[in-house]
């Protein structure tokens, strides 16, 4: 299993990145994926989910209505979409897909 993320860099406040994960290793459409976050001295937290079709996402309450998860499964992709960012939301952000080892993943910086 392997997972690379890309897409992360340094935003102002209000702006807006789009993040990749190519997902390699394992049967991609067999999986629901997610997108996890680490801010400097906290836990790994759940940010957003994507059923293995793509018919059903959830977001975690601080992200609601400002991220968008999507997956194309013939490129074995998962997106996240992330507008009207906030200095809190600077973390290294991660796809995973429930098992396997984590990705390295991208670093978002959100600072004026």
């Known amino acids: 299993v392997q997972f690379v993320e890309s897409g992360g860099g340094l935003v102002q406040p209000g702006g807006s990145l789009r993040l990749s994960c190519a997902a390699s290793?394992?049967?991609?459409?067999?999986?629901?994926m997610s997108w996890y976050r680490q801010a400097p001295g906290k836990e790994r937290e759940l940010v957003a989910g994507?059923?293995?079709?793509?018919?059903?996402?959830n977001y975690s309450g601080s992200v609601k209505g400002r991220f968008t998860i999507s997956r194309d499964n013939a490129k074995k992709l998962v997106y996240l979409q992330m507008n009207s960012l906030k200095p809190e939301d600077t973390a290294i952000y991660y796809c995973?897909?429930?098992?396997?080892?984590w990705g390295q993943g991208t670093q978002v910086t959100v600072s004026s």
């Open positions: 995973y897909c429930g098992w396997g080892s």
């Open positions: 290793g394992f049967t991609f459409s067999n999986y629901a």
């Open positions: 994507i059923t293995r079709a793509g018919d059903s996402t």
